[in-house]
């Protein structure tokens, strides 16, 4: 009887405790070089990307930057627009059956605002697939344009036009206020179980869709110019603004 009062209480306590959290894949971008084993380039003309950005993306604009940080840094050269763009080796970052996956990073948009900032459009996003969007999904974790002081995220997924994500659109969350993130370090995650995506801010949530997505991700950090979201830049659009990652995580439960 002993027994079994003990082993009763050891699961409440373990429910109590709630689900273990098991981080999956992190980097910190210690040292002097991308981790060739976490990540790649992706390089490349901007018809490449399909969405009217105009820079092209070059390895060299993705780097560390010695003090712990990615720094992707957008260039221009006589208007001819260079950046960086970066994804991980894994592209099987999924929802367990019965858990949660959450995406993560600490990150510092680039230190531009709406008057020296236009066609500035940095992103934290994952894609399900390399070929076939919107039906390989996709979920953007952090998006802001042109140096606004605002964030948002989004979904797609489905057939375009139309379809249940509602393309090219999507579904996107409530603009989120954030006065500094253009400059500053923030973290923003998401979080995906097998009924809905929670989008948050600083670790506080601001945007839950009951729809998800059970497929394998890989993760993209990038910094675009121009595009269908911001718009081109224009005279007053300064080059050499980085934006820098402290670091990525991804964790699971279940």
């Known amino acids: ?45 901007p018809e ?44 099987d970052f999924a929802v367990p059956p019965g858990g ?39 979920i953007d974790i952090m998006e802001a344009v042109n140096g606004r002081p605002a964030i948002t995220g989004a979904m797609h997924c489905g057939t375009m036009p139309g379809g249940p994500c509602r393309e090219p659109k999507g579904l996107v969350t409530p603009e989120r206020a954030c006065p500094d993130c253009f400059g500053a370090f923030h973290t923003y995650a998401v979080e995906v179980t097998e ?11 601001y945007h839950t869709l009951e729809r998800s997505l059970p497929r394998g991700f890989f993760v993209i950090l990038n910094v675009a110019i121009g595009g269908g979201l911001p718009g081109p830049p224009n005279a007053a659009t300064v080059p050499g603004r980085p934006m820098l990652v402290d670091w990525v995580s991804v964790r699971t439960t279940g």
Request: some cysteine; glycine content about 12%.
């Open 1 to 45: 009887m002993r027994l079994l009062t003990a082993l009763l209480l050891l699961c409440a306590l373990a429910a109590c405790s709630g689900p273990e959290r098991r981080e999956v894949f992190r980097d910190d971008f210690d040292g002097t070089t991308l981790d060739a084993g976490r990540w790649r380039h992706e390089t490349g003309p």
């Open 48 to 91: 490449r990307w399909g969405t009217g950005e105009i820079e092209t993306m070059a390895a060299a604009n993705a780097a560390l930057d010695g003090k712990g940080n990615l720094a992707i840094t957008p260039l221009s050269d006589g208007g001819r627009w260079t950046s960086g763009r970066v994804r991980t080796q894994r592209a």
């Open 100 to 138: 949660t996956l959450r995406v993560e990073a600490r990150i510092a948009l680039p230190a531009v605002t709406p008057a020296d900032g236009a066609g500035y459009w940095p992103a934290f996003w994952m894609l399900g697939g390399e070929t076939g969007w919107p039906a390989v999904g996709e």
């Open 195 to 205: 009924r809905a995506t929670t989008w948050f801010l600083d670790g506080r949530p």
